[in-house]
């Protein structure tokens, strides 16, 4: 069909004056329309703009057959007053673009999480938001997937690339819905043109190359169509005996006709090239450790929006010192430790966990002492005078510059050697010292000291 007649809805009395529009796949789409207005409902018009939230833009043929073209969401308004004449101009959106207003960080640590969830985690957070899945639907993502400072709309991109597929924003119903993937409509056949020309873009070919996505130099070429006919963005038409779909609609007033430009390639040109999020690279966030298991541990991330639905990944946690033959420093967190996730690449299935974040402690208040401790409170303190190994529960040796060595013990102490104890003091005496008895033994031979000496022996000799 062509639009001989364009109405703007609630703005019925508007006379169209000039209409300007692009819509194209991953981008939302927009119209600038602009028209006469009745001076007498003035006020009525800018009240009305200032209260609304959609407007819908209609094409109809002398026939009375209408057609949508776009039905979205008004983002400016002026009115001009000049001689008499009031004229409007309106500029709107598809509802997709309230998914750029604010920025979101969300983990999807679940394994086996799927297309379909991560994109109904992100539109549940609009009134009438939907989609249309065309490819992925219930298929796993390959690997985890981390949204972090991004908007719904560019993570819903990067998640279409995952499958080299695009977003086409619906223009039709409004509210907040897309298409995941080419929709599915019944393939139109492309003929009544006002003009065309064949590009060839050689560049674009070269980029998917590098991509690992390959396609035939001659499907690296795209079609500019003008027509006055309406076809809608990402549909399916056979033009000049091919099959190619419609990537990006240019449309404008020529005199009083509405024309459009259509941008057409083969759907394997449509192919898109893996996205990242490059802001993600050397982002660490605070999480708590929930499990842990060998060398790995799963975590909440604080900031993560998705928190109770996320699931647990298993994560590698990071160590100062690690060998291929297992040797190195195992020491991994505990269950409520405060840890950071770490994205050391713009892939997130790279990330690792690392750094159990020091909470305040007294013990904490003298960078000289270097203190290893467990939740039990077995400690290790390399302090620059001394070491000491306690348990904090009455047992402790100490090796200090000045005392020497202490060994204390609530329980009792046991010395023992395959071979020879040798118990020698060069400059001074050897004190031993007991509360009850003190008793030495060899064989079948013994000294006890308790309240006097008795000698126990086959033979006792006194010099």
Not at 127 to 150: L, R
Not at 189 to 199: A, D, E, G, L, P
Not at 387 to 392: E, S
Request: charged share 25%.
């Amino acid at each position: 069909m062509r639009a001989e007649k364009i109405e703007v809805e609630p703005f019925n009395e508007m006379r169209v004056i000039d209409y300007q529009s692009i819509k194209q796949v991953n981008e939302h789409a927009n119209v600038k329309i602009t028209g006469a207005i009745p001076i007498a409902r003035l006020d009525e018009y800018i009240k009305t703009a200032r209260n609304i939230k959609t407007v819908k833009i209609t094409a109809s043929e002398l026939n009375g057959e209408c057609y949508t073209l776009l039905f979205g969401y008004l983002t400016i308004f002026d009115i001009k007053v000049e001689n008499g004449v009031a004229v409007m101009t309106l500029e709107v959106k598809t509802g997709t673009c309230l998914m750029e207003r604010s920025a979101h960080t969300r983990t999807f640590q679940d394994t086996l999480i799927t297309y379909r969830t991560v994109l109904e985690t992100c539109n549940n957070f609009y009134d009438n938001g939907n989609m249309i899945m065309t490819c992925g639907k219930e298929s796993p993502i390959p690997e985890f997937i981390m949204q972090y400072k991004e908007t719904d709309w560019t993570f819903i991109k990067r998640l279409a690339s995952y499958l080299h597929t695009v977003v086409v924003p619906d223009t039709q119903t409004g509210g907040v819905k897309y298409y995941f993937g080419l929709p599915k409509w019944k393939k139109r056949t492309m003929t009544q043109t006002v003009s065309y020309k064949i590009c060839r873009d050689l560049a674009e070919f070269e980029k998917k190359k590098l991509q690992a996505i390959y396609i035939d130099e001659e499907e690296s070429g795209y079609y500019e169509v003008e027509s006055r006919e309406i076809y809608e963005i990402g549909a399916c038409v056979d033009f000049l005996e091919k099959e190619l779909f419609i990537y990006r609609i240019e449309s404008s007033m020529k005199g009083q006709e509405l024309y459009h430009t259509y941008f057409l390639k083969s759907q394997k040109a449509l192919m898109q090239e893996r996205r990242f999020n490059k802001q993600i690279i050397g982002a660490a966030l605070r999480g708590s450790v929930k499990s842990v298991k060998d060398d790995m541990v799963q975590i909440s991330v604080s900031e993560d929006e998705n928190r109770e639905s996320t699931g647990y990944k298993w994560f590698p946690f990071s160590t100062v010192y690690s060998s291929p033959d297992g040797t190195g420093w195992y020491c991994m967190p505990e269950c409520g430790d405060t840890v950071h996730l770490r994205f050391p690449s713009e892939r997130a299935s790279d990330a690792y966990v690392s750094s159990a974040v020091h909470e305040y402690s007294d013990e904490r208040t003298m960078p000289e002492k270097k203190i290893f401790k467990n939740r039990q409170g077995k400690e290790i303190c390399l302090a620059p005078d001394y070491i000491l190994l306690t348990n904090n529960c009455g047992i402790s040796v100490e090796l200090s510059d000045g005392k020497g060595i202490r060994m204390k013990s609530n329980y009792s102490v046991l010395l023992e050697a395959g071979e020879r104890i040798s118990v020698t003091s060069k400059t001074a005496d050897i004190v031993m010292n007991a509360s009850s008895k003190l008793r030495l033994k060899q064989g079948d031979s013994a000294i006890n000291i308790s309240d006097g000496i008795s000698m126990e022996g086959m033979h006792v000799r006194l010099h």
